[in-house]
């Protein structure tokens, strides 16, 4: 055809729609591309955080542990042999600790040696003695063989945390020590062993005395105040708004002001538990029972929009059933659409619960950062909890205490991993699908 401009030439659709496609494959490709670079890419970040926390975590399941040949003195333990339980708790125990350390090693005479050969054990060496005498008064008058702790130097280098190679002023351990320690070995009196003290002990200023069992202990029982007060208010609001308001303005601006609440940080429910709980109604600091009302807070947006989003789950077929056959509104609730929406509930409860047992920031705010020992007994006691163990553990300058932070942290993400795949496992339970 030929235009005052010149001829046209024939356009030819099918390439350029060939082309086109080409473009959009192309695109897709990269999409696809990145998005399996990003997985890639956070798998692998993932990963390396877990390499990182177990690599230097799992040597705090053990612990170097010397075999001493000490002599249970009767006129330090039992002086009027009457094996009171009071008076051979009082005993001097330590002495006897250091007095077998001198007899293993009898060059060594100086005063400063000696402070340098007691530290090879435990401070807290005594404490096993003790217990020893005390579950076998028997052996009182004689010397028995008993394996106490090392000191957390000492395990660091059994654990080869230490370079041996280094002048001594950029160690914490001497050459002396390293000497005896090497001697110890030799005698088959020093080795690794499992570490029950990390499982069943409390807090302590010693790494090789320092466990989690009473913030696992305060964890629990500041977890049961948060679930028997999250899961009953969250549920019976879910309920109340989903099934009961009627829809207007209000209750629009309630629901609004909950998917709010969800995203307020946690340390603001911390802020506000020490203001209301403890300075105007009085409660203790550093108690569960505070812990497991702040937590409670925090948790109860996360249940009431998991709940409701399992109630709207449920078929209207099954409301319009129930109401046809005659039962009330009420009944009707309670007997065919909430057992229908409770798999639902429970997974949002666990996964808040999860949440929950994470949380140190608003922990912090109410005290129960406190130096905690002996494990509570109750929700009223004095107590930490897991998270913010962890934190005071890696705010401490021994090298012992970053295998015992990063053995926490395992022991915490196994929690979670359990109670993540408990939520999974209830919805692939009782999961209905319509």
């Excluded at 039992?78 to 051979?88: H, I, K, N, S």
Aim: charged residues 20%; hydrophobic residues 50%; contains cysteine.
């Amino acid at each position: 055809m030929n235009n005052r401009g010149g001829a046209d030439m024939p356009v030819d659709t099918t390439q350029i729609i060939k082309r086109t496609l080409a473009r959009r494959y192309r695109r897709e490709a990269r999409f696809r591309r990145m998005g399996l670079f990003a997985v890639v890419l956070g798998l692998a970040f993932l990963s390396l955080l877990l390499f990182s926390i177990v690599s230097k975590g799992y040597t705090a399941f053990w612990q170097t542990f010397v075999l001493m040949d000490v002599h249970l003195d009767a006129g330090v333990i039992d002086p009027e042999g009457t094996l009171d339980q009071e008076v051979m708790f009082a005993a001097d125990y330590g002495g006897m600790i250091k007095a077998s350390l001198r007899d293993t090693f009898p060059e060594v005479t100086q005063r400063r040696e000696k402070r340098d050969l007691y530290r090879l054990v435990s401070s807290g060496a005594g404490f096993y003695l003790r217990e020893e005498v005390l579950q076998n008064p028997d052996a009182i008058g004689k010397t028995i063989q008993i394996w106490v702790p090392a000191d957390d130097d000492v395990d660091m280098l059994m654990k080869g945390h230490f370079d041996r190679d280094k002048p001594e002023e950029d160690r914490r351990i001497k050459d002396q020590q390293i000497a005896w320690v090497d001697r110890l070995v030799d005698q088959n009196r020093i080795e690794l062993r499992f570490n029950t003290t990390f499982f069943t002990a409390g807090d302590s200023r010693e790494p090789e005395l320092a466990g989690i069992w009473a913030a696992v202990c305060g964890s629990f029982f500041t977890l049961v105040i948060t679930l028997l007060l999250a899961f009953t208010m969250g549920v019976a609001t879910a309920v109340y708004l989903e099934e009961f308001t009627p829809k207007n303005r209000w209750t629009d601006l309630i629901e609004v002001n909950i998917n709010n609440l969800a995203a307020v940080p946690s340390i603001v429910y911390g802020l506000l538990g020490l203001a209301v709980f403890i300075n105007f109604f009085g409660l203790p600091r550093s108690v569960p029972l505070v812990g497991g009302l702040v937590l409670a807070l925090m948790t109860l947006p996360t249940i009431i929009i998991a709940s409701r989003a399992a109630l709207k789950s449920v078929p209207p077929s099954i409301r319009d059933a129930a109401l046809g056959v005659g039962a009330s509104k009420t009944e009707m609730v309670f007997h065919h659409v909430l057992p229908q929406a409770m798999p639902g509930m429970l997974t949002g409860t666990i996964i808040g619960m999860a949440q929950a047992l994470g949380e140190s920031a608003p922990l912090l705010m109410i005290g129960m950062v406190a130096f905690i020992a002996d494990a509570p007994g109750g929700f009223t006691d004095p107590s930490t909890v897991l998270p913010v163990q962890i934190y005071l553990w890696a705010d401490s300058p021994e090298r012992a205490f970053v295998e015992r932070t990063s053995a926490a942290i395992m022991i915490l993400l196994a929690f979670l991993f359990s109670m993540n795949g408990l939520a999974v496992l209830l919805r692939k339970r009782f999961e209905r699908r319509w």
